[in-house]
């Protein structure tokens, strides 16, 4: 059983959160792959799809049935250093 909630969702339960991690730095584009945490699921989850209008990603839980859509890109906190190419 796959599990769904979406980013509209967390923010109407906990309408006082914002990215703090972000607010004052360049914001990082995600990529499928990127192991990422939201302020308010301190979980790591895998990034399984980006769409840049809106810029909203979709989540997974690496080893379980959670599935966490439409979460803005601001709301994320990235667990990796951004690849130097």
Do not use: C, Q
């Amino acid at each position: 059983m796959l599990l769904f909630l979406t980013g509209e969702y967390i923010r109407m339960k906990h309408p006082e959160l914002k990215s703090k991690d972000m607010a004052n730095e360049r914001e990082r584009v995600p990529k499928e792959g990127d192991r990422v945490r939201t302020p308010n699921l301190k979980d790591g989850f895998v990034v399984v799809a980006v769409r840049e209008h809106p810029n909203v990603v979709d989540l997974d839980l690496p080893n379980g049935p959670l599935r966490i859509k439409n979460i803005p890109w601001a709301m994320l906190t990235f667990l990796d250093e951004e690849p130097h190419d």
